[in-house]
């Protein structure tokens, strides 16, 4: 990823080129020593060129500390050349300094930086002597620039790093959003397992068992009470028809079919009707007044917990009685199933349907209790309104 460092890095190149044109341009408009200007130019050339061409990519990389080492020395090698050619070449520094910052690290570039500007007194003591005309400007000059340039070359490093660490600071964030949108599809996908999981227990696995329980009921009563195995008969036609809308419904994606087609009261007595006519058992169903409004979610909590609390006591309860109830309790909708069965220990039941009901009623702000004894077993399970 590029930073805005290298972004805008050629706003430097394009002072870089208006520094190395003009530089040029006075040395060669400099009446002085047509040799002597041939080799400051040939210098300043070569300059230009090494950046240009190789000198670019190495700023830009930074692993490689060696060729950023080669890159300054010749930089400040060709410099003394047309410096020490042509006093006028001094002007380059305005590409130079800036270039040898942004090489190398801050207190070797400002060494190197401090002798690039002597060396323009240098070149004019070696041309001109020490009473050459231009020494007495070129020193307090010198010292100003010396200053100057190593306080913009303080600065020029702290944009750089200040540039560069904002691009890994974005980089570390995508990488980061990519992680939480990997973790986020990773749980968004162990939910929906979950989640349909519970479907297919409170609904199609539990169709299963009754079709099972009322072919085996058939095979009994087929020869001894044949009245009794065509009723177990249309039972089961019931129970499978049920079990292929629940089906369709839930590859619909689509709300339970039970509440599709009617309120959560009646497709609660749907469930206790059906465990009357399966089993023979007594079962009573009561509703204490007018139930508020509930969401989809909730009413399909309290739904398949009825699901499930009948489908235990059908199975494992050996019951003689039932009662379910759905009553107002403050601010929550409680369904209350109750039996007169053999009981269990609630501590120990680590069933999966068990954990599916406290797993939905967490899901929608709800609770499940579960109090079992030798006298028989009752269920809560309280969403809110």
């Given at each position: 990823m590029r930073?805005?460092?290298?972004?805008?890095?050629?706003?430097w190149?394009?002072?870089?080129?208006?520094?190395y044109?003009?530089t040029?341009a006075?040395?060669?408009?400099?009446?002085?020593?047509?040799?002597?200007?041939a080799?400051?130019?040939?210098?300043?050339?070569?300059?230009?060129?090494?950046?240009?061409?190789w000198?670019?990519?190495?700023v830009?990389?930074d692993?490689?500390?060696g060729q950023?080492?080669?890159?300054?020395?010749?930089?400040?090698?060709?410099?003394?050349?047309?410096?020490?050619?042509?006093?006028?070449?001094?002007?380059i520094?305005?590409?130079?300094?800036p270039?040898?910052f942004?090489?190398?690290?801050f207190?070797?570039?400002a060494?190197?930086?401090?002798a690039?500007i002597l060396?323009?007194?240098?070149?004019?003591?070696v041309?001109?002597?020490?009473?050459?005309?231009?020494?007495?400007?070129?020193?307090?000059m010198?010292?100003?620039?010396v200053?100057?340039?190593?306080l913009?070359?303080?600065?020029?490093?702290?944009?750089?790093?200040?540039?560069?660490?904002?691009?890994?600071?974005i980089?570390q964030l995508?990488e980061?959003?990519a992680?939480?949108?990997?973790?986020?599809?990773?749980a968004?996908?162990?939910?929906?397992?979950?989640r349909?999981?519970?479907?297919?227990?409170?609904?199609?696995a539990?169709g299963f068992?009754?079709?099972?329980?009322?072919?085996?009921?058939i095979?009994?009563?087929?020869d001894?009470?044949?009245a009794?195995?065509?009723?177990h008969?249309?039972?089961?036609?019931?129970?499978a028809?049920?079990?292929?809308?629940?089906?369709?419904?839930?590859?619909?994606?689509?709300?339970?079919?039970?509440?599709?087609?009617?309120?959560l009261?009646?497709?609660?007595?749907r469930?206790?009707d059906?465990?009357?006519?399966?089993?023979?058992?007594a079962?009573?169903y009561?509703?204490d007044?007018p139930l508020?409004?509930?969401?989809?979610?909730?009413?399909?909590?309290?739904?398949?917990?009825?699901?499930?609390?009948l489908?235990?006591i059908?199975?494992h309860?050996?019951?003689?009685?039932?009662?379910v109830?759905?009553?107002v309790?403050?601010?929550?909708?409680?369904?209350?199933?109750?039996?007169?069965?053999?009981g269990?220990?609630?501590?120990?039941?680590?069933?999966?349907?068990l954990?599916g009901?406290?797993?939905?009623a967490?899901?929608?702000g709800g609770?499940l209790s579960?109090?079992?004894?030798p006298?028989?077993?009752?269920?809560?399970?309280?969403?809110?309104?």
């Amino acid at each position: 990823m590029r930073d805005a460092w290298d972004r805008f890095n050629w706003l430097w190149e394009v002072l870089f080129a208006v520094a190395y044109l003009a530089t040029t341009a006075l040395v060669v408009l400099d009446e002085g020593d047509p040799v002597r200007t041939a080799v400051a130019v040939g210098a300043l050339t070569a300059l230009a060129l090494t950046y240009l061409l190789w000198g670019r990519g190495v700023v830009r990389d930074d692993g490689h500390l060696g060729q950023r080492w080669v890159l300054a020395v010749l930089v400040l090698t060709l410099l003394a050349v047309a410096m020490f050619a042509n006093t006028t070449s001094s002007f380059i520094l305005f590409m130079v300094c800036p270039l040898l910052f942004s090489t190398l690290e801050f207190r070797p570039a400002a060494v190197l930086t401090t002798a690039a500007i002597l060396l323009s007194p240098l070149s004019s003591v070696v041309n001109d002597g020490l009473r050459g005309p231009a020494l007495k400007i070129l020193l307090p000059m010198t010292a100003i620039l010396v200053v100057f340039g190593v306080l913009s070359g303080k600065f020029i490093k702290h944009v750089i790093d200040e540039s560069r660490a904002r691009a890994d600071l974005i980089a570390q964030l995508e990488e980061s959003q990519a992680e939480v949108a990997r973790l986020s599809r990773e749980a968004g996908t162990a939910a929906e397992r979950e989640r349909l999981a519970r479907e297919i227990h409170d609904t199609l696995a539990q169709g299963f068992t009754s079709i099972v329980t009322l072919a085996q009921a058939i095979e009994s009563e087929v020869d001894t009470d044949p009245a009794a195995a065509r009723r177990h008969a249309g039972l089961a036609a019931r129970t499978a028809r049920d079990n292929l809308t629940e089906a369709r419904a839930m590859v619909a994606a689509l709300a339970p079919a039970d509440l599709t087609a009617g309120s959560l009261v009646d497709a609660v007595r749907r469930q206790a009707d059906r465990l009357a006519d399966e089993t023979g058992l007594a079962v009573k169903y009561e509703v204490d007044g007018p139930l508020p409004a509930l969401g989809m979610a909730s009413e399909v909590v309290l739904l398949r917990g009825a699901q499930e609390a009948l489908n235990n006591i059908r199975r494992h309860a050996a019951a003689s009685a039932v009662s379910v109830r759905l009553s107002v309790v403050d601010d929550a909708v409680r369904l209350s199933v109750r039996d007169d069965g053999a009981g269990f220990d609630p501590d120990h039941a680590d069933g999966f349907g068990l954990r599916g009901m406290r797993s939905r009623a967490e899901q929608v702000g709800g609770r499940l209790s579960v109090r079992s004894g030798p006298s028989g077993t009752e269920l809560t399970l309280e969403v809110p309104a």
